[in-house]
């Protein structure tokens, strides 16, 4: 199979023959220290261990244990029970609590994906045994006790238990999620796999056929490449290099269509490629920009793409001009809905996309935090601008 024919990411695969003797030596030692792993798309069960570093589990757990302590103090004093010091108690909760989501946020990528014992082990150890360490330094010396622990079993199975109700409670926001995400799913297909756009493409590659056939077949393998990644499962995260180069490709079948009327400028110097995001991402945006800004208008108009990284942070702007004269029917902003929708259900607060219109100009910009590709692979297409 020649590289072309294969998928746009689909890499050859490079040659890991390991002789006879390390396959038993090597192979049968490693498969079995490693845990087996499969992933949400292969029917795995949800993540014990919630993402951590996302500022919003961090605001879903901070916020909740603070006004758990203050509605106890409260209750306690209510009724007359032994005061006790509110702003002590706050800080070792918020010690915990930090320093938890701190180490559980380094360790979810190695653990889940292993036995469900193991990762609720890691979920509701962690916690506990952190408790215990305030509880030594908060008290100075370890107690003189042939039972070191037995004070502190009251606060162990409160740290264990409200990890657990704060874990359960983490995972059932977010299977209340996945009816949308599945609807947002079959809407995001039925609005990017529209008819005209075939119709349109298969009339373009049949006023090729004879005039030029090696343009038409390229148009073709585009389009196949387009359509094999509309069918793919959108949940799962892909480089953005990758996302790139699928929307050169529909604006190269696009340029055929609109020809001088369509001009592209990119502006990606500064693009981190690595930086995961959701697959079909950025293309419903830039084919909205062709869509409402380009082909309304019989003048020829220029379409900006800047992706750059500031920080922790990776910024998406597409740029299309508004036409003068009004469009036949207004578009139901879908795509806009569908990007914003899957940003929230990817990145959750920290996922944020807004629009403008300045001086006959339609801005878009999306921004989500950077998230580098763990694994690297072996061969990645390029991106070529002229094709």
């Known amino acids: 199979m020649s590289d072309r024919s294969r998928g746009p990411h689909e890499a050859a ?39 951590c570093c996302n500022m919003g589990t961090v605001a879903r757990v901070l916020v909740p244990l603070n006004l758990g302590v203050l509605l106890v103090s409260w209750l306690a004093q209510a009724s007359g029970a032994q005061p006790w010091s509110v702003l002590e108690t706050l ?15 380094a360790a979810r990528r190695f653990v889940n994906g292993a036995r469900r014992a193991l990762q609720w082990t890691v979920a509701l150890g ?15 010396a370890p107690p003189e006790s042939a039972w070191p622990l037995l004070p502190l079993v009251p606060r162990l199975l409160a740290a264990v238990a409200v ?6 409670f983490l995972r059932l926001r977010q299977l209340s999620l996945q ?9 995001a297909l039925q609005a990017r796999i529209r008819p005209h756009f075939l119709f349109n493409s298969l009339n373009t590659v049949l006023g090729l056929m004879r005039s030029d056939p090696r343009k038409a077949e390229r148009t073709l393998e585009n389009l196949a490449d387009l359509f094999r990644v509309f069918m793919k499962d959108s949940r799962e995260l892909v480089p953005l290099d990758d996302e790139v180069l699928l929307c050169k490709e529909y604006l190269t079948i696009e340029k055929l269509r609109l020809a001088e009327r369509l001009s592209v400028r990119w502006e990606i110097d500064d693009m981190p490629g690595d930086a995961l995001l959701p697959s079909l991402l950025l293309q419903p945006l830039v084919e909205n920009a062709v869509h409402h800004g380009i082909e309304p208008s019989a003048s020829a108009g220029e379409i900006v793409v800047s992706i750059s990284r500031s920080g922790d942070r990776v910024r998406v702007e597409i740029v299309n001009p508004v036409p003068q004269s009004a469009p036949s029917r207004n578009g ?24 403008s219109s300045v001086d006959g100009r339609f ?9 580098k ?9 390029s991106i070529d601008p002229d094709r």
């Open 179 to 187: 009816p949308s995400q599945a609807e947002g799913r079959l809407q």
């Open 91 to 105: 800080l070792h909760v918020n010690a915990v609590a930090a320093a938890s989501l701190l180490l559980l946020c």
């Open 13 to 51: 695969a490079p040659d890991l023959t390991l002789p006879t003797g390390a396959v038993g030596a090597v192979g049968a030692s490693t498969v079995a220290a490693l845990p087996p792993r499969r992933r949400l798309t292969d029917g795995a069960d949800f993540p014990v261990v919630p993402d």
């Open 163 to 168: 990890a657990w109700v704060l874990i359960e």
């Open 373 to 381: 590709e763990r694994r690297r692979r072996d061969v990645r297409r």
């Open 332 to 355: 139901n902003h879908m795509a806009l809905s569908n990007v914003r929708e899957r940003l929230d259900l990817t990145f959750d607060v920290e996922g944020q996309l807004e629009t």
């Open 126 to 140: 962690v916690p506990a045994l952190l408790t215990v360490a305030v509880s030594f330094v908060d008290a100075g």
């Open 363 to 371: 801005h878009v910009t999306v921004q989500f935090p950077y998230r």
